[in-house]
């Protein structure tokens, strides 16, 4: 069966996948439990889908009443097929597709007024790419640019996948909130690290 939108207004709705490339969206279950989770901070959210591949999360958050998505896909093929996605499903909302490296993006598109900072972001690196979140490493920094004031929101959430034995360091920027073991898979919430303000920082070292 193919993949389709599982909940809201575009509920039932179809997405194109691309020929000969293997994908990994999210299956009807993995999605249900996601979005049964996060049912309040969805409608009137920003959202980035980071690793976006056919457009699955930003779409059904779409779907369930965000009110704009910057999706990041850099696999020619897959990035055509979002496209196409996104054009058929959402022409009327505000979104962009973009074709970049995760790895060293600055997360902010041209086209994007008002689509940042990002509320609600799902990050789905690739399975062999998860190491690369390690502390110092590649994808570990990226996550650290995400969390900058200008892209993400202070209440901003981010959802990582990863597979099940893998053990997520938390990047600098973010803190834990939750781990939900899904099926072979981890769902790891985070949310910003609060930041104290020098005020704060006096008050709480004061006599």
Known sequence: MGVRIIGGQLRRRQLMTPKGIVTRPYTDRVRQVVFDRIVDIVP???????????????????????????FFEATPIVHR?????????????????WKTDVRYTSFVPRGSDGMLPYTLVFFDPPYADCPAMEPGRVLSKSLTRLARPAVTSEDAVL????????????????????CWPVSTMKIWNLIKSRVETSEESATSHAV
Not at 84 to 97: I, K, Q, Y
Not at 160 to 175: A, D, H, K, N, Y
């Open 81 to 97: 097929s979002l496209k196409e996605n996104v054009r058929l499903l959402a022409s009327e909302f505000p979104t962009v597709c």
């Open 159 to 178: 959802l990582i996948r990863t597979p099940r034995l893998f053990e997520l360091s938390v990047p600098t920027g973010w803190q834990l909130q939750e």
């Open 44 to 70: 009137e959210a920003r959202v980035a889908d980071i690793y976006s591949g056919i457009g699955t999360m930003g779409l059904e958050s779409i779907s369930r009443g965000a009110t704009s998505c910057v």
